[in-house]
């Protein structure tokens, strides 16, 4: 049985180049989502979420393999950040972060086949965040991008850099910071994270 890769399929959005900035349009896809604030440090409901965003996606990737007979490769967690007044956006305001976990789905899967997969989710194990898992369409557009390597805590230069990108090439930033964790900070020393560091714009 053949598994997919969603990140080669999209090689552009999740691989791009760490040397310069690129310019994406990032198409309509699919997205299991959980909302929540709190520093994604210390916050129990961040670690709820990204737990049952994970199991969700799972259980919908092996129940496509069961019934479908297609696999694939379950994608990397991704966060939306911001906060109500942008102004104050800061680390040291992290008790304060809004923010959207979020994990891509196939193209093939529905909103039915989701509801399915959280109700099988839900059979396995008791998971907190698990009612505010919502499975949406997310069509983010034109955004300037850059792969980052290093601690999510030293990314500030590099988000400044597309920011100022953005302004020289005569855009406006539009819509949230954008991140997408392609290192598990469980098993990889802060240095050697890859991070896709992306702004919308305008």
């Excluded at 909302?35 to 129990?44: E, F, I």
């Excluded at 969700?56 to 966060?79: C, I, N, T, W």
């Excluded at 850099?161 to 954008?178: A, E, P, R, S, V």
């Amino acid at each position: 049985m053949e598994k997919l890769d969603l990140k080669r399929e999209y090689k552009e959005l999740y691989n791009p180049s760490a040397k310069a900035i690129s310019v994406v349009k990032a198409p309509t896809m699919n997205f299991l989502m959980v909302d929540g604030t709190g520093d994604p440090n210390v916050a129990q409901v961040y670690k709820d979420a990204v737990e049952a965003l994970y199991a969700v996606s799972y259980a919908l990737k092996f129940k496509v393999k069961r019934e479908q007979k297609v696999d694939y490769v379950v994608m990397p967690l991704e966060g939306l950040w911001w906060m109500d007044n942008m102004t104050l956006f800061s680390v040291e305001n992290k008790a304060e972060w809004l923010w959207t976990m979020m994990i891509m789905q196939p193209k093939f899967v529905t909103p039915k086949m989701a509801r399915q997969a959280m109700d099988e989710a839900a059979k396995k194990k008791g998971l907190a965040a698990l009612s505010r898992v919502r499975f949406e369409k997310f069509a983010e557009g034109l955004a300037a991008q850059i792969l980052y390597f290093g601690a999510y805590a030293d990314e500030g230069p590099t988000i400044q850099k597309i920011h100022q990108y953005i302004h020289d090439t005569g855009h406006q930033l539009h819509g949230k910071h954008h991140e997408i964790y392609l290192g598990d900070p469980r098993k990889t020393t802060p240095a050697k994270l890859k991070t896709v560091i992306r702004q919308p714009m305008r």
